[in-house]
């Protein structure tokens, strides 16, 4: 194996790449990150290839490059998963996957579960009326197998259903809470359509993951089983108890034990056979969303992956499913399943480029003629103490070292406020330890294996790499819920990386960092980055934004949405672009926070008058100034290469 092989292979195991990459993602042999359509695909392309096709076609990062294909394997994968638990259960039911559109709502990723649609026996969920009103839209030349409706409705959502089952789409509205019944009654009844119907089941199993409150007896949705048998008394007398057509549960998002699953969905499904018994014309059992994502950190963290695959997922829905209804002699509903996250995730990566390096800045002692290296005479006890310390490094006494080490420090500090050393003793304290931590963590590195006492040091000598996104804008779950995204090098993998660095975005906040990664099963604190080169672009990736990131993101410090280019594989090879969705630009933002951005030129010529007048620009400035303003407003709100 060459030196540049065996670096590909520890990259690879260092960022995890084979664990959370699904297939999807590798690096190929010139150290850069490869992308399939498929798991075990040969066509790859090569991210940071197409990343430099994308600046040369002026789409500088921060972008997010949308994989359609790779969406479309996941429907795929989905839907096989189930057919194939179908058929090894003998399950005599049907399974339907409905896209929470509220998981990524762009145009063309919905567009294209449409157009997968009949093929794969997908369907929509909608949550809101904007959703619905898009969802019904469109779906008017190209139906898709069930609609599902969930969220809080008020009378104008459900008209909207009604009026979708009017214009002929399987749609069925999932009752939250008791008085949307009669709100839904009162539009069907009003606009003459027997309208099929859906309840959300407040199941007392507790929820799981990070959204375990989704489900539990203080969930803020779905009926409890008293309201349920009100409801179902209501559609008796109507003689519509045939309406009543799907039950339904939502476990929570990224649930990473399958045992809080289990209990669940044995819930659900007997309460089902219960409601048949009853007479309901139940046909459809939703079991929601809340498939995880594998993010590549360690096991049991609710925010970074998960204890099960995908497989057992379908087969633990489909078996138990299938047992509870044959003891109760109860017919097999045709199972729904709302899985967002693992639909949407895996198809987008944000390519960020790094701005600049800040490494820790105190020199070593080594470094610096202003400091003697060897003792003074009269120096304070700690100053020896640090220069002890020095020396036991030289032993290979690393903990101790830094022990002594930190503990003389602040006996320096310790005299310096109380005015029994000066500021240059101070400096020289300074100096002998970070000169002890610098040798600590250069040489015990090398052993490889760094004592826990150690790992803060290292920590404390990462560097920080500022890159060109919004946290807040792009990855908003890093700061919101703690949400690990695997992130890597896109290239320069055939080269060891030297640097432990922590992200800084764009923004003012102190909370715009990223310092938690997930590497190889774990979760470290700095992520290993090569040495920045001036005037070389260094690119990193954010892989698996695919799901909510877009949606949530906020304009903190007014940075807007990033570049989106949606990406084909080209079938004779290479990769083409279907759509390119610009990002936001300066008037963009500034016009959804209420300015009149059309205000602002004339306001800046005005201004710019006023100073020619009275000499303190020239017109040729004033001319600049104006020309600047014009032509920024139409920029991008990230930074640009000029
Ligand atoms: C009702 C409902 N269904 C489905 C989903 C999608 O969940 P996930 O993305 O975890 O699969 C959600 C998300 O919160 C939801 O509220």
Not at 79 to 88: C, D, L, N, Y
Not at 122 to 128: D, K, M, N, P, W
Not at 352 to 363: I, K, N, R
Request: proline share 4%; hydrophobic share 40%; glycine share 10%.
């Amino acid at each position: 194996m060459s030196d540049k092989e065996r670096n590909i292979a520890r990259a690879a195991a260092q960022y995890g790449v084979d664990d959370w990459g699904e297939g999807y993602f590798g690096i190929n042999s010139d150290g850069h990150v490869a992308v399939r359509p498929s798991a075990g695909s040969t066509n790859e392309l090569d991210l940071f290839e197409i990343v430099q096709g994308l600046v040369e076609r002026d789409i500088a990062p921060p972008t997010v490059i949308r994989f359609t294909e790779i969406l479309a394997d996941r429907l795929a994968v989905m839907r096989g998963v189930f057919e194939q638990a179908i058929s090894e259960h003998g399950y005599q039911g049907d399974h339907v996957h409905v896209y929470p559109i509220k998981v990524n709502q762009q145009r063309p990723v919905v567009e294209e579960v449409i157009r997968h649609g009949p093929k794969l026996s997908l369907g929509l969920e909608v949550g809101s009326k904007p959703e619905l009103l898009a969802v019904t839209a469109l779906t008017a030349s190209d139906p898709v197998r069930l609609i599902v409706c969930n969220g809080f409705k008020d009378r104008a959502y459900l008209r909207g259903v009604v009026t979708a089952t009017k214009l002929g789409r399987e749609i069925v509205p999932v009752i939250e809470k008791p008085t949307e019944l009669g709100d839904l009654l009162y539009e069907s009844d009003r606009l003459q359509v027997r309208q099929p119907l859906g309840v959300r089941v407040r199941l007392s199993s507790p929820g799981a993951g990070r959204w375990e409150a989704s489900l539990g007896d203080r969930s803020k949705f779905g009926l409890r089983v008293g309201e349920i048998l009100e409801l179902v008394d209501v559609l008796r007398v109507r003689g519509e108890l045939d309406s009543f057509v799907l039950l339904h549960c939502h476990p929570g998002s990224q649930i990473e034990d399958i045992g809080r699953l289990k209990d669940a969905i044995g819930e659900l499904a007997h309460l089902y056979c219960e409601l048949v018994e009853l007479g309901v014309g139940l046909r459809y059992i939703d079991v929601g969303g809340g498939l995880g994502v594998n993010y590549g950190g360690p096991h049991g963290s609710a925010t970074a992956s998960m204890n099960y695959s995908l497989e057992e997922y379908a087969n633990e829905i489909v078996y138990r499913v299938g047992v509870i209804c044959d003891d109760r002699g109860v017919a097999h509903p045709t199972i729904v399943t709302e899985s967002g996250r693992a639909s949407a995730a895996h198809q987008s990566v944000l390519v960020t480029q790094v701005l600049g390096a800040a490494t820790p800045d105190e020199p070593g002692l080594e470094t610096d003629s202003a400091f003697s290296v060897s003792a003074a005479d009269e120096e304070p006890q700690p100053i020896s103490d640090l220069r002890l310390a020095l020396t036991l490094l030289d032993e290979g006494a690393f903990v101790e070292a830094y022990h002594d080490a930190r503990q003389a420090r602040e006996q320096v500090l310790s005299l310096f406020r109380l005015g029994y050393v000066d500021l240059q003793t101070r400096a020289l304290g300074d100096r002998l330890f970070w000169t002890v931590c610098r040798r600590i963590v250069a040489e015990s590195a090398d052993d490889g294996d760094i004592p826990d006492e150690l790992t803060e040091l290292h920590d404390l000598l990462s560097s920080t790499y500022f890159c060109n996104f919004s946290l807040f804008q792009s990855v908003p779950d890093s700061w919101a819920v703690d949400q690990l995204f695997p992130i890597m090098p896109i290239h320069r993998l055939d080269e060891v990386p030297t640097v432990r660095a922590v992200l800084a975005d764009l923004t003012c906040d102190s909370d715009g960092r990223i310092c938690r990664f997930a590497s190889g099963g774990e979760e470290r604190s700095t992520l290993d980055v090569h040495a920045f080169r001036d005037g070389e672009p260094y690119y990193l990736g954010i892989f698996l934004v695919g799901a909510y990131q877009e949606t949530l993101g906020a304009m903190h410090n007014l940075f807007g949405d990033n570049h989106v280019v949606h990406l084909h594989w080209h079938e004779q090879g290479g990769w083409w672009i279907d759509q390119f969705v610009p990002g936001d630009t300066i008037r963009e933002v500034l016009t959804y926070s209420q300015y009149d951005t059309e205000r602002f030129g004339p306001a800046i010529s005005k201004d710019c008058e006023r100073r020619v007048r009275d000499g303190t620009l020239t017109v040729a400035e004033s001319r600049e100034i104006r020309k600047y303003y014009a032509a920024e407003l139409e920029g991008y709100t990230y930074l640009e290469p000029e």
